[in-house]
């Protein structure tokens, strides 16, 4: 496990004294325009594991739908598997899958590690260096060839990926407009309304939330997202069913993608 825990894919290098430098940046950069939002959006969650993947790939589809080129993009992926040809991560596969545009899987993912912890020990661990500017490049590589890019974070918004960084800096880094993807189940509203407020802080703008019914059980989902509604002024996109088996197509039709636009 060792060995593996360290390995990284094959365009991974490490790279030295990153981590002051891109801290140095960081604090220096004026706070973001959000970028035109036909270029893209980063996808955020309450948490890991709401369905900020079912919701980026049912963006593809939406927007490819409507006839753009839509691509997406997972630039930090921790929880991959060993495979003939590097690291394969189900986010990555599902996200390919789902665009309409094929790309190099170094843009895509310029970020992956085997174990299934958070980025920034896994990261440690590898003895990699989680460098914003390089994912920044990447994001461009991919805006130059589609109309849009739907990029996924990692866990939540203030996921750690470096002693000095994090994933709400690399949305501002892309300074892309936000979609928070809820996850309807207890605890959700200080959740969603701590992301919402950690969003805006950055400058950035929150583009719709979406309401996702990951747990069947909950009680009084429907005040849940009222109270949401009441409290966010960004528009919900969606509410999206629980379902065994999510239906990307279907999902897409019933996302308002025309508030995005
Ligand atoms: N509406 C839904 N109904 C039922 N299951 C769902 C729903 N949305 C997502 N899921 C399931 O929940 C799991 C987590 O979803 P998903 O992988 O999209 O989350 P995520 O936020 O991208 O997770 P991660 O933080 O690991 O990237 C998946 O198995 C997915 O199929
Ligand atoms: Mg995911």
Redesign the pocket.
Known sequence: MASHESRVTSHESRVTNEESRVASHESQDPRPETRDPRQGFFVT?T??????????CALLKAFAARGLRAIGMKPVAS?AEPAAHGLIH??VE?LIAASNLAAPREHVNPYCFLPPIAPHIAARQAGVTIDLERIERSFRALAARADVVIV?G??GFRVPLGPATDTAQLAARLALPVVL?V?MRLGCLNHALLTAEAIAARGLKLAGWIA???D?QMMAAGDNVRALEERITAPLLAR???????DLVAIAATLNIGKLL
């Open positions: 969650g948490d890991t594991g709401v369905g900020k993947t079912v919701v980026a929880g189900d986010d599902r996924e990692a866990g993807v996850g996702n019914y990951i069947p999206i069913a629980f379902a065994s088996t999510p």
